[in-house]
């Protein structure tokens, strides 16, 4: 027989009760304790169960949302949708749960007594209108077939005249926030939706007790208590510290009816990020088979969430999660304005700092769009033949050039500029083409394009006054490309880490609930320390070359040059070819 | 029994032998008159049999030439050349007319006693070394393994850094003949390549005692006598009438012992374009098949020669030789210099005007670059199932669209600036490009910026007083692009026709033949009437419509702009990453 536990060594020595007991409680002890992470996707909601002493990621399990992205026509009405619309149902947000969770604890063997604490990351700003009890607008049977009734996606982007007119009301009241959001809001921001929903169909507006962020909607869920979390209310809602959202004048201004929709309809308690937002009910641990009272962390932003599992909570760590687009985050110790940034927030991404965000509108993306609509049918083949991906293929052919050979220079402007310019008419140029340019040429150049604009935005924020010294990248994009990767740490002069969690913003979830848990349950005090203990990058380190960084440092000489040229107004041509464009699809 | 000629007729009758004789010189003038071009272009020479009472196209036929372009070893030797250069056999070019004439006769059923003229077109410069007979070094045993000893190609581009040496004497010394070429000769030319042979093997070019174009050679061949021709030597060898060469201290100043080379080696008669250079040798006759004694014109480059095909002998009327590269030409009253032209050259093309010729250094070769690069399978596939081309393909799908639809636009540079910039380190540029760009758009606006390079050519002339009303087309492109061409028209605000032979080069030819045998022998007395009666244009006009050229309007402020910004020295991006490419390429 062999022994598995402390209770087997009880039993077969017959132990007294009350030894028996301080046995068990040190044994409780003694056990690991665990956080689940849950991070709330575009398409589907993650669990990941963690070891709360050293980060270990025990299991991990995905939900896809049943009515996924909602953009054509609503569930059951059948109602059409306009262009640019993207809603969701939340009742996936629930099933997740239901599913995930149930389904980490039994891959992973794990007592539901040694989970200690619960962390959800979200998608942001994806908000929805309910009544005071927290019920979505879009569960009331009058309203199932009123678009505005639903959760708006972050990428639900039909709000941009209700944007516009926020920024051109802003900018002529010289509002004192608007400059901390890089002189411009978006269409996917807080009240752009909201105002949408005034403009469009007042009575939603009207019916809704609370317009909220979906993310702590679920947590109010979790814990049957209405919270709002800095992250969200920062990033997204114009909220900063002790200054709180714009103020009723500025709404009146935009809408009369708008006037009190903070006082009304949303909340001007804030929590501070990864903060304890409430206990488990017994509803929500049932849905999950956890145990009820366990602490929840208020929730946070999905990219937010993963600056502390890359241990870069403090100054002068940049992380770059890269995908489509990318999202740059770092942390500063006071607050200052710099251009194109997307938000800087204070106790935005970890307590106690100012937290800035900047990022470039695409990237992946564009390397997507040229192996789709760039490359001849010789690449494809040899990459078929070799059985890996044309990205693989185009990499490898690219690696094989030294930077400036290929002789060419690109804008990386193929979504607009998200960044510095903040100018979404801008476009995408490629210039020195010649009859020997070839595909892998072109592919290497769009990379450095992408590369340009992140250090551009680097310099912006160090000559602002926001350090970065070093990078940690997480995504699926540096896995997959160490050429992209060594370009990145050429053209940045900047060593390039990666975090070492494939799930990362699961893991700053499960990181926030261990601190929403503290210590005494067997959490942590602050989230530098889980950050220490739980977090890490891998190995790998891409190092500048010095001979590189000499070429690049040469071309993005004149990337800035064409940067400021095509960007800040001395040539127009790429809003007139925009312009003329919608001039003759209008006809 | 069928009765197939006068003769037969003559011979039933029985008719008196001075009566006989009679019928036979009525019968001689009333059967048609012929006369042949030969077209020598880079890869083989063609024999187009031509009536001369309406230009009708009776026969025609090609021979490759045996050593092609030879650019990596001599023959017999397998002497290695350089990278750039690139020889011919002039052998090769004699080999052309055994073969192609006789089969011209032949195949038109042609009385050689009907072929009253010969014509020549040749690519130019094309240029040999020879001893005073006219026999070529390269055919003297002992120098048969010297590269230098063999004929130039028009497209040997290893003369670039005497090219260079020229360009910058003339310049220092202010020159007066440089603006009349655009401020700039070519490593194509005449004198760079002579000095090229003086610089690398000085004993070849003290043996040669002469230096020649391969057609005026190739004419000395049929005719017997040396002669030089207006058209080559006023492109390619600075001559212009009643100026002649440049002073031989110019020449002495580029090398001392090139002083004399026009008194020496070259010759300062000239004559002009088509007239009668001689009449046919017995033994080139033999060779051919001829008739010894008929009148041979001087020889014109091959794209001048489609000038009087195309109808365009007098001003007002350019025509555009549409290729890899585009050639204009047109005809003016006045010797005026305007920026970037090739030259000017007075009876360059026709006699009494002076002959405009510009150029851009790649339309067809960038539509070929892109087919090749840039298009994904799905596009070639698709032609594959319909059983066109990928140009035709994409041809169809841009048709589509209407101007300024794609958003893009483009710098047509992919083989430099040959145009009013004169610079070959300039480089081609898209902009505009977005995640939804596809490659038919990208199609179109790299068709748009080679017409938009057309337009910036056609009002540089037009603005130096050398007018330009309407277009005539010819080459391969024309007739396969229906869109392209109706973008020219667009773009230029110009008709644009086509001229109306496919094989304008050699027409052009057989018309200056007809003229060298002049009106007694039944051809003509100038070359307008030659291409009023035998040349034509086709039944197909493209005419610019109102919309499209108003757009096209506004798009080419925006081409002209980037155009004066990336290549007038505002921005030298191009030549900096040229110059850091060859800079990282020799490590």
């Known amino acids: 027989m062999r022994i598995r536990s402390i209770r087997q060594i009880r039993v077969l020595f017959g132990l007294r009760l009350n030894r028996y007991q301080f046995w068990k409680e040190q044994e409780a002890d003694m056990r690991s304790k665990y956080t689940i992470g849950i991070d709330f996707g575009t398409e589907s909601g993650r669990a990941l169960l963690v070891d709360v002493s050293d980060g270990r990621e025990v299991a991990t399990s995905v939900f896809t949302y049943p009515h996924g992205v909602i953009d054509r026509t609503l569930p059951e009405s059948g109602v059409s949708l306009e262009p640019d619309w993207a809603l969701q149902d939340p009742d996936d947000y629930i099933q997740v749960l239901k599913n995930v969770v149930p389904a980490v604890l039994a891959q992973g063997g794990v007592d539901s007594a040694d989970v ?27 309203y199932r077939d009123r678009p505005h009734a639903w959760t708006k996606l972050w990428k639900h982007h039909a709000s941009q005249p209700e944007a516009d007119r926020i920024n051109q009301l802003a900018e002529e009241r010289g509002e004192p926030w608007l400059e901390l959001y890089g002189g411009k809001t978006s269409s996917e921001w807080f009240f752009a939706k909201a105002l949408q929903i005034l403009n469009e169909d007042p009575e939603i507006y009207h019916k809704a007790e609370r317009l ?19 992250c969200m209310a920062g990033y997204k809602a114009l909220w900063q510290k002790g200054e709180g959202f714009p103020a009723p004048d500025f709404f009146a201004a935009l809408h009369p009816e708008m006037a009190d929709i903070v006082q009304t309809r949303m909340s001007e308690e804030i929590l501070p990020i990864g903060h304890k937002a409430g206990e488990l009910t017994p509803q929500a641990a049932a849905w999950m088979g956890l145990k009820p009272g366990i602490a929840v962390a208020a929730p946070v932003i999905d990219a937010h969430c993963t600056v502390p599992s890359a241990q870069a909570t403090r100054p002068g760590i940049m992380v770059m999660i890269m995908g489509t687009s990318v999202c740059h985050l770092v942390v500063g110790e006071e607050r200052v304005t710099a251009p194109g940034m997307s938000g800087v927030v204070e106790d935005g991404i970890v307590p106690g700092y100012f937290g800035y965000e900047a990022g470039q509108g695409a990237t992946g993306d564009i390397f997507a769009w040229f192996v789709k609509n760039g490359v001849p049918p010789e690449y494809h083949q040899a990459a078929r033949e070799r ?15 030294r930077p400036g050979e290929h002789g060419l220079l690109a804008l990386d402007w193929w979504n607009g ?137 040469r071309l993005y000489a004149d990337y800035k040059r064409l940067y400021d040229y095509f960007g800040r107004g001395e040539n127009d ?15």
Chains 1, 2 share one sequence.
């Not at 909220?212 to 709002?228: F, H, M, N, P, S």
């Not at 979830?509 to 929403?516: L, P």
């Open 573 to 587: 041509v790429m809003k007139r070819l925009r312009s003329l464009r919608r001039e003759v699809l209008a006809g």
């Open 212 to 230: 909220i962020e979906a993310g702590d909607w679920l947590v109010w869920q979790l814990t049957g208590r209405e919270t709002r979390n800095s």
């Open 116 to 142: 200690i604490g619960i962390g959800v990351d979200f998608t942001a700003c994806t908000m929805l209108p309910t009544l005071a009890d927290g019920t979505p607008l879009s569960y009331l049977p009058a």
């Open 387 to 401: 059985g890996i991906s044309l990205h693989q293929l185009l990499e490898e052919e690219a690696a094989k050039q």
């Open 417 to 553: 500029n998200r960044s510095t310019l903040v100018d979404a008419e801008l476009s995408g140029l490629i210039l020195g083409l010649t009859l020997a340019t070839t595909a892998p040429d072109i592919y290497r150049a769009l990379i450095e394009s992408t590369a340009f604009g992140t250090r551009e935005i680097i310099e912006t924020l160090t000559e602002n006054g926001v350090p970065v010294h070093r990078i940690v990248t997480a995504g699926g994009m540096p896995e997959k490309n160490r050429l992209l990767m060594q370009i990145y740490a050429d053209v940045t002069n900047r060593e390039l880490g990666m975090v070492r969690s494939g799930q990362g913003a699961a893991l700053g979830a499960a990181m926030h609930g261990a601190v929403a848990a503290g210590v005494d349950a067997g959490g942590y005090a602050d989230i530098f320390t889980a950050s220490e203990r739980m977090g890490g990058v891998k190995e790998t380190v891409y190092r500048p070359i010095p001979e590189n960084v000499a070429v690049y440092d």
